[in-house]
């Protein structure tokens, strides 16, 4: 079976000529030579088993689920802060029915919805 040399090695770099070094001995090539190919367990091909997307995934999805939480969570405070309008006005038979109130009690309805739901689509995107 061929052996084959690390990406990444001492034995490389402008300060070694056929194996034998000159000037002071230092470490600072490693850091500069071009292992842009060269992964941590030395397979040398550069690509892992979930892929290379795996982190840019996950980290989207964590940074869009706490985003998600946090606008949740402000428009479920924000509804529970503010009170609902009374929609009708009046006596038993004679009562009446204040539009704007309808519109704004609806909105707030919405809102609730709306923060249920991104609090629901956080905690997917957290279990993901």
């Known amino acids: 079976m061929p052996t084959r040399e690390p990406d990444c090695s001492c034995g490389r770099g402008p300060s070694v000529v056929q194996g034998k070094w000159y000037g002071v001995r230092s470490y600072l090539h490693l850091f500069y030579e071009d292992c842009t190919g060269a992964s941590p367990d030395g397979d040398g091909d550069g690509s892992s088993p979930h892929g290379a997307w795996a982190p840019l995934i996950w980290k989207v999805s964590l940074s869009t689920g706490t985003l998600f939480l946090l606008v949740g ?37 919405m809102c609730r919805l709306v923060g249920m739901a991104l609090c629901v689509a956080a905690g997917a995107l957290g279990a993901i």
């Open 73 to 109: 969570a402000t428009a479920l405070a924000a509804v529970s802060l503010v009170p609902p309008k009374l929609e009708g006005i009046g006596e038993e038979e004679f009562v009446v029915l204040d539009v704007q109130a309808v519109r704004y009690n609806h909105a707030l309805g």
